[in-house]
């Protein structure tokens, strides 16, 4: 019998921009197995209403928990930002965000500097950043910015070149304004764009800065979650994924692998409930860089399943 901390853990987004949150997880904690679900038929969340953002959410986590995850993680920045205390609220099992991980790896590298945050406007909005970051100093100030551009910049695989380092420069120069003096990810798209914002930061600010992923900086927290918990798996071999979207849409297998930073191949398109085979490597052998340019790899099964919310 598979003992609790063997179950597997429930990660899901608006879609696949989540997936880089699975990437880090998979580098962190290479024996879990992961759950991932795509909210795809309905991407983005972040231009929805609070109310429409925590019916969706719930939905999602309650698909995971059927699934019999140990625990779930919002990889998700417009959910983890209106929709979290709902959903612990709801569930009766561990729900963790990618706010608070993001706001402390901040904090840590602002060092009482102001914290610049890019991040959806449903995110912006929220004040989810500032609150998170008031909690762990109140002497760090925040300033956030929307960018939707670079969302789609990072959906459609532009993000070499100077078009999006002219979007990140438009994007940051308020932040450098402010003082910010380190910049937090605050989206999950965001790290496929890490190389130009960290240019353009370097530029504006006369100097580089650091730049926070909070999909790295969440993988950390699960760790360490997990093992005070006592949650983390007993297998050492490595963890199985598993992704359900809501749409599988003909360019999924090449926005997956951009996210997850891992070849996906779909057998073309599937039917509700129906399964799909792709390939991806094994999280020992995960490489390459944030742009998701990987080495030689070797295959792995992993079902890539389209469900009805």
């Known amino acids: ?23 880090a997880l998979r580098r962190r904690c290479p024996a879990e197995d992961i759950v991932y679900l795509g909210d795809t038929a309905r991407v983005p969340y972040g231009t929805r209403s609070p109310e ?79 609150r ?25 695989g532009w993000i070499e070149g100077e078009v999006p380092r002219l979007v990140a420069r438009r994007y940051l120069e308020p932040l450098i304004g402010a003082g910010a003096r380190s910049i937090v990810l605050g989206c999950t798209h965001f790290p496929l764009l890490r190389a130009a914002i960290e240019a353009e930061t370097a530029s ?51 926005v997956a692998a951009r996210f997850l930073g891992e070849p996906v191949v779909a057998d073309g398109a599937a039917s509700s409930s129906t399964q799909v085979g792709a390939a991806v490597r094994s999280p020992t052998q995960v490489g390459g860089d944030a742009a998701g340019h990987s080495s030689n790899f070797s295959a792995q099964s992993v079902d890539v399943e389209q469900i009805d919310l």
């Not at 987004?13 to 990437?23: E, K």
Request: hydrophobic share 50%; charged share 15%.
């Open 132 to 156: 998170a970051v008031a909690s762990l100093s109140t002497r760090t100030e925040v300033a956030g910015q929307a960018a939707p551009l670079l969302v789609s910049l990072a959906e459609e």
């Open 204 to 254: 504006l600010a006369g100097g580089p800065l650091p730049i926070v992923d909070s999909a790295s900086a969440t993988a950390e927290e699960v760790a360490s979650f997990l093992a005070e918990r006592g949650l983390a798996t007993s297998r050492s071999t490595p963890g199985a994924l598993s992704l359900l979207v809501t749409d599988l849409p003909k360019s999924f297998a090449t």
């Open 1 to 23: 019998m598979t003992s609790h901390s063997d179950a597997p853990l429930g990660v899901f987004d608006s879609g696949l921009g989540g997936l880089t949150v699975v990437r």
């Open 52 to 130: 429409t953002v925590v019916r969706y959410a719930l939905g999602c986590a309650r698909v995971l928990i059927g699934r019999g995850v140990k625990a779930i993680v919002v990889a998700c920045n417009t959910v983890s930002a209106v929709a979290i205390d709902m959903l612990r609220v709801e569930l009766d099992l561990p729900v963790l965000g990618v706010i608070l991980p993001g706001a402390r790896a901040g904090v840590a590298a602002s060092r009482g500097a102001t914290i610049g945050v890019l991040g959806t406007a449903g995110t912006i909005a929220s004040g989810a950043y500032p």
